[in-house]
């Protein structure tokens, strides 16, 4: 046996290195080269292909992203990149990106995090409807940042990154999060209130009495989301991070809740229970708040009283529900996840079989006419004999890439002069929302352009 060691150069990347691959060699040394009989240049690969953008002749570059990279630092490096070759581009010539998926992306993060500081506003507000006074409040609202860091450290673990995955996991983590800590605040006032004991004793005896009632919850909400994470396929791909980051939170938060907790409750609550209160506004809208509830509870009560006394309307209700949902589950449209507005649209055409590439390309010139005079339209670009989704190429296919303007800018947002305000009760100035009417209207209008063409 003979072991020979081969040393590889990796890919190639230059026209050097595609010159000087070897075409034949003889045994008196002599090699024939690729260079030796061909010019080897870095060119296009495909010269059947036309390009336009905004009905102008152009060169579309499309690059795809490598898996386990993050779009947003890619196309950072691909702007910068680009920036720099422009200092090198001929007098007149110009660049535009017209799908960027990172304006998508961080458009998306910027809504997740808008509404990751609503739900924690929210949540502060709710608690301290409840509980009645900033002293309760602020713990509960303490262990929420606590234990979003501590899942941000799990996540790091884990090798997950930010996204709208995990920050929409964050946003639920929220409100599960501060419930362990205001079942430790609520215990506490109660000991207090029943036995007349200083925070610091009252801490100490509700701890040994719901420490086991927390650890309990905890494990059965777990146990909802960590089967999750062992799904296979596409599903189990985009749910698995959403899986780590929910049950990393809420086993934190029960943490929080069994140490940082009952330490802060010694530390910052008083005894003021039988003392007199003082009577401020906000004093009197948690009185006359907790006193309206009160109402309403009582109320509740009567109903279930007289319900779960007659076993037939108990069991015709549960059946009702089943029907119902079984009923919706059958109703309802079914995906694999939901359309989202990315700020571009895909036009693909698809000429007679036998067209030449001229008449493919004198369609998409049309239907690019037809798209530039849409409100809300930025730039369109067409490619003549490739398409896009496929990736297949022939003289009967093509592409047009509608280039949407930005979700902040007037035309189809519901704007004053907006041609589709007041066709959804929905729409609201500056937010375009084309998932609904807004995006039926531009498929409308492109379809009567087409037809137009046709």
């Given at each position: 046996?003979?072991?020979?060691?081969?040393?590889?150069?990796?890919?190639?990347?230059?026209?050097?290195?595609?010159?000087?691959i070897?075409?034949?060699?003889?045994?008196?040394?002599?090699?024939?080269?690729?260079?030796?009989?061909?010019?080897?240049?870095?060119?296009?690969?495909?010269?059947?292909?036309?390009?336009d953008k905004?009905?102008f002749?152009?060169?579309?570059?499309?690059?795809?992203q490598?898996?386990g990279?993050n779009?947003?630092?890619?196309?950072?490096?691909?702007?910068?990149?680009l920036?720099?070759?422009?200092?090198?581009?001929?007098e007149?010539m110009?660049?535009?990106?017209?799908?960027?998926?990172?304006?998508?992306?961080?458009?998306?993060?910027?809504?997740?995090l808008?509404?990751?500081?609503?739900?924690?506003v929210?949540?502060?507000?709710?608690?301290?409807l409840?509980?009645?006074?900033?002293r309760?409040?602020?713990?509960?609202i303490?262990?929420?940042p606590?234990s979003?860091?501590?899942?941000?450290?799990?996540m790091?673990?884990?090798?997950?990154?930010?996204?709208l995955?995990?920050?929409?996991?964050?946003?639920?983590?929220?409100?599960?999060?501060?419930?362990?800590?205001?079942?430790?605040?609520?215990a506490?006032?109660?000991?207090?209130?029943?036995?007349?004991?200083?925070?610091?004793?009252a801490?100490?005896?509700v701890?040994?009495?719901?420490?086991?009632?927390?650890?309990?919850i905890?494990?059965?909400?777990?146990?909802?989301?960590?089967?999750?994470?062992?799904?296979n396929?596409?599903?189990?791909?985009?749910?698995?991070?959403?899986?780590?980051?929910?049950?990393?939170?809420?086993?934190?938060?029960?943490?929080v809740?069994?140490?940082?907790?009952?330490v802060l409750?010694?530390?910052?609550?008083k005894?003021?229970?039988g003392?007199?209160?003082?009577?401020?506004?906000?004093?009197?809208?948690?009185?006359?708040?907790?006193y309206?509830?009160?109402?309403?509870?009582?109320?509740?009560?009567?109903?279930?009283?007289?319900?779960?006394?007659?076993r037939?309307?108990t069991?015709a209700v549960?059946?009702?529900?089943?029907?119902?949902?079984?009923?919706?589950?059958?109703?309802?449209?079914?995906?694999?996840?939901?359309?989202?507005?990315?700020?571009?649209?895909?036009?693909?055409?698809?000429?007679?079989?036998?067209?030449?590439?001229?008449?493919?390309?004198k369609?998409?010139?049309?239907?690019?006419?037809v798209?530039?005079?849409?409100?809300?339209?930025?730039?369109?670009?067409?490619?003549?004999?490739?398409?896009?989704?496929?990736?297949?190429?022939?003289?009967?296919?093509?592409?047009?890439?509608i280039?949407?303007?930005?979700?902040?800018?007037?035309?189809?947002g519901?704007?004053?002069?907006?041609?589709?305000r007041?066709?959804?009760?929905?729409?609201?100035?500056?937010d375009?929302?084309?998932?609904?009417?807004?995006?039926?209207?531009?498929?409308?209008?492109?379809?009567?352009?087409?037809?137009?063409?046709?």
């Amino acid at each position: 046996m003979q072991g020979i060691c081969v040393d590889l150069p990796g890919w190639y990347n230059t026209p050097e290195q595609y010159a000087d691959i070897i075409i034949r060699a003889n045994s008196e040394g002599e090699i024939l080269r690729l260079k030796d009989i061909a010019k080897v240049d870095l060119d296009s690969e495909f010269y059947n292909i036309y390009s336009d953008k905004d009905s102008f002749p152009s060169a579309s570059i499309v690059l795809k992203q490598n898996y386990g990279t993050n779009a947003t630092k890619v196309i950072e490096d691909v702007k910068a990149k680009l920036e720099e070759l422009k200092k090198s581009f001929p007098e007149g010539m110009d660049y535009e990106i017209n799908y960027d998926v990172s304006r998508f992306v961080e458009a998306s993060i910027h809504k997740v995090l808008h509404t990751l500081g609503e739900a924690f506003v929210l949540v502060t507000l709710v608690v301290f409807l409840f509980l009645g006074d900033w002293r309760s409040t602020l713990i509960p609202i303490l262990a929420v940042p606590v234990s979003l860091i501590g899942s941000f450290a799990v996540m790091s673990a884990f090798g997950l990154s930010i996204n709208l995955i995990t920050l929409f996991a964050l946003v639920l983590a929220i409100g599960v999060v501060v419930d362990d800590a205001i079942v430790v605040v609520e215990a506490v006032h109660a000991k207090m209130e029943a036995e007349h004991l200083s925070p610091y004793a009252a801490s100490r005896q509700v701890l040994g009495e719901i420490g086991g009632a927390i650890v309990a919850i905890t494990l059965v909400m777990v146990s909802v989301f960590v089967p999750i994470a062992f799904m296979n396929g596409p599903v189990g791909v985009f749910y698995r991070q959403f899986s780590i980051a929910m049950a990393s939170s809420i086993i934190i938060s029960a943490v929080v809740a069994l140490s940082l907790a009952p330490v802060l409750c010694a530390m910052i609550l008083k005894n003021t229970h039988g003392q007199p209160k003082r009577r401020t506004p906000i004093a009197l809208f948690i009185d006359g708040f907790n006193y309206l509830f009160e109402k309403v509870t009582g109320r509740y009560v009567k109903l279930l009283d007289v319900v779960v006394t007659r076993r037939i309307v108990t069991v015709a209700v549960l059946a009702a529900f089943s029907f119902g949902i079984f009923t919706v589950d059958k109703t309802l449209p079914a995906g694999f996840i939901p359309g989202e507005d990315q700020g571009m649209i895909y036009a693909i055409i698809q000429t007679p079989p036998g067209s030449t590439i001229e008449v493919t390309n004198k369609v998409a010139r049309q239907l690019e006419e037809v798209a530039e005079k849409i409100d809300g339209v930025q730039s369109v670009s067409s490619l003549a004999g490739y398409e896009v989704l496929t990736e297949g190429r022939g003289s009967n296919a093509g592409t047009c890439i509608i280039n949407l303007k930005d979700w902040t800018a007037q035309g189809l947002g519901g704007g004053r002069d907006s041609p589709i305000r007041g066709k959804n009760p929905r729409f609201r100035c500056g937010d375009r929302i084309l998932p609904t009417a807004g995006r039926a209207w531009l498929r409308r209008r492109l379809r009567s352009g087409v037809q137009a063409i046709g």
